[in-house]
């Protein structure tokens, strides 16, 4: 198991995906794009922010990590089998106008990205990259230690998978804040305060903090039974 990320692969080619590959190569990764159909479509945008376009085969293949930069609506079409083992970022949300009306993508009882661990049994799921507006996340970057820089949460299981995920935000030009377990990632969806939350660490540690006594963390406990998961 890789304990930093060499080679990044991107699955979804969008303005997130572009943006999250523009910032990565930025950063001195090796970044593979994968979108539905011909590379060869996407190829010149990617060669533009310093990517290369491959096959989602050829992503899972090269990559010690990928990031989910899809509609959420289309995890059940990734390959799990070729996902096993595998670090994947979710940065996924549920959004009607793209999604469709799925409630089972808006069940407070479970985060979405636990929907996605467990279609991609196997995989290592990390919860990131996918609170902040890709527009913030452009105009936001800085380097480590630079005034007024922002932050990113990630929500994962394995406290080793968090910590590659968070150099991965640093690299990119944010502050890394562990919002806590998978379960955990339901603070960082639509609905949440930290949802395009545009805001230094001490802020958003504290927006998360106040979750449980906000109108979404009320929802969420309810749903649960009285004993969410998301510290």
Do not use: C
């Amino acid at each position: 198991m890789a304990s930093r990320i060499r080679t990044l692969g991107i699955i979804g080619a969008g303005r997130l995906g572009t943006l999250l590959a523009k910032l990565s190569s930025a950063a001195g990764y090796d970044v593979r794009v994968a979108a539905s159909g011909d590379p060869a479509r996407i190829a010149r945008a990617m060669a533009a922010v310093g990517a290369s376009a491959a096959s989602v085969d050829a992503v899972l293949a090269a990559a010690d990590a990928v990031i989910l930069a899809l509609p959420l609506s289309s995890f059940r079409s990734l390959p799990a089998d070729r996902m096993r083992g595998l670090l994947v970022i979710d940065a996924m949300n549920y959004w009607w106008g793209a999604d469709g009306i799925r409630p089972e993508l808006d069940d407070p009882r479970s985060s979405t990205s636990e929907l996605v661990q467990r279609h991609l049994v196997g995989a290592r799921v990390v919860k990131a990259l996918g609170h902040m507006g890709y527009h913030d996340v452009e105009d936001e970057a800085r380097p480590s230690g630079a005034a007024g820089r922002k932050a990113i949460a990630i929500a994962g299981d394995d406290p080793d998978d968090v910590a590659i995920v968070a150099d991965l935000v640093d690299d990119l030009g944010f502050d890394p804040v562990v919002a806590g377990e998978l379960a955990s990632g339901i603070m960082l969806e639509p609905g949440a305060e930290a949802f395009g939350a545009d805001v230094d660490a001490t802020e958003l540690r504290a927006m998360l903090e106040r979750f449980p006594d906000s109108q979404r963390g009320i929802v969420v406990a309810r749903a649960r039974g009285g004993s969410a998961r998301l510290a």
